[in-house]
Nanobody, 114 residues
Framework: QVQLVESGGALVQPGGSLRLSCAASGSILRANTMAWHRQAPGKQRESVAVISSGSTTYADSVKGRFSISRDNTNNTVYLQMNSLKPEDTAVYSC?????????WGQGTQVTVSS
């Protein structure tokens, strides 16, 4: 059974930075697509960043501030978040595809507040 575990969420002041990590365990396969999503209170979940076959895509709201990267050896995906804004406050969840199946992590809270 594949499990994804996120880490790195915290309370940070506006303008600050955080780096989220998500590590997968339980699979001998290399993950195909890796992604970060977020859900703020009272809002629908949205895709933040996706990395697949070397290409990356970002939500317009985070372009130029967030950067997604991956470590294929360890099936780990990272999200570097800079110039954080209060509207970035949300639960951030990672997701990975292994073959035909898609797996989700439990999420980590990011709060941007002074």
């Amino acid at each position: 059974q594949v499990q994804l575990v996120e880490s790195g969420g915290a309370l940070v002041q506006p303008g600050g930075s955080l780096r989220l990590s998500c590590a997968a365990s339980g699979s001998i396969l290399r993950a195909n697509t890796m992604a970060w999503h977020r859900q703020a209170p009272g809002k629908q979940r949205e895709s933040v960043a996706v990395i697949s076959s070397g290409s990356t895509t970002y939500a317009d709201s985070v372009k130029g501030r967030f950067s997604i990267s991956r470590d294929n050896t360890n099936n780990t995906v990272y999200l570097q978040m800079n110039s954080l804004k209060p509207e970035d406050t949300a639960v951030y969840s990672c997701a990975m595809s292994f073959g035909p199946r898609y797996y989700w992590g439990q999420g980590t809270q990011v709060t941007v507040s002074s």
